[in-house]
T-cell receptor
Framework: GENVEQHPSTLSVQEGDSAVIKCTYS??????FPWYKQELGKRPQLIID?????GEKKDQRIAVTLNKTAKHFSLHITETQPEDSAVYFC????????FGTGTSLTVIP | NAGVTQTPKFQVLKTGQSMTLQCAQD?????MYWYRQDPGMGLRLIYY???????DKGEVPNGYNVSRLNKREFSLRLESAAPSQTSVYFC???????????FGQGTRLTVV
């Protein structure tokens, strides 16, 4: 099966700085890579996703990049705000989703 | 439009008891999933159903059974609960495979 590794497990940044979270996957057949944000006590919610035929995707302050050859993808958050504080999960999918172990992001005002 | 609804939200079981977690979605999605979430381990897939009438094992299926009752409903059953099954359980659905998954609000299960 698929194996998704996510780093770092915790990340603290100053408000306004950028945050980068990285994931690697093992199954070259995975073709869909979503990122979820989970606030404390809440359900995970999709923030951005990318498919294997695309190298980069951007949505306002959030961007995702995918390197299929190296089998890694990254989440970039610019101009971080306190409300970005949450746990972020990457996932790789080929019929079923395999999630990374999560990154707890803290944005310090 | 409620999305994905799970019941119950909280449950305490004694070791050896059985229970069924219910999940229903009103988005006409084909695929449904059950995950468990444990600290430091992310979301691990227990079972999934790619379409009505089909179910498949995920990463951690031992100790669980599922039923895809119809297109809307996908239930998870613990036949004989163990303390190792203490976790937060999430149901999710997606329109088809490899599309956005929508999650329910979760069930916090404690087995004592």
């Amino acid at each position: 099966g698929e194996n998704v590794e996510q780093h770092p497990s915790t990340l603290s940044v100053q408000e306004g700085d950028s945050a980068v979270i990285k994931c690697t996957y093992s199954d070259s057949a995975s073709n869909y890579f979503p990122w979820y944000k989970q606030e404390l006590g809440k359900r995970p919610q999709l923030i951005i996703d990318i498919r294997s035929n695309v190298g980069e995707k951007k949505d306002q302050r959030i961007a995702v990049t995918l390197n299929k050859t190296a089998k890694h993808f990254s989440l970039h958050i610019t101009e971080t705000q306190p409300e970005d504080s949450a746990v972020y999960f990457c996932a790789a999918s080929r019929a079923q989703f395999y999630f990374g172990t999560g990154t707890s992001l803290t944005v310090i005002p | 439009n409620a999305g994905v609804t799970q019941t119950p939200k909280f449950q305490v079981l004694k070791t050896g008891q059985s229970m069924t977690l219910q999940c229903a979605q009103d988005m006409n999605h084909n695929s449904m999933y059950w995950y468990r979430q444990d600290p430091g381990m992310g979301l691990r897939l227990i079972y999934y159903s790619a379409s009505e009438g089909t179910t498949d094992k995920g990463e951690v299926p031992n100790g669980y059974n599922v039923s895809r009752l119809n297109k809307r409903e996908f239930s998870l059953r613990l036949e004989s609960a163990a303390p190792s099954q203490t976790s937060v359980y999430f149901c999710a659905s997606s329109e088809v495979r490899d599309t956005e998954a929508f999650f329910g609000q979760g069930t916090r299960l404690t087995v004592v």
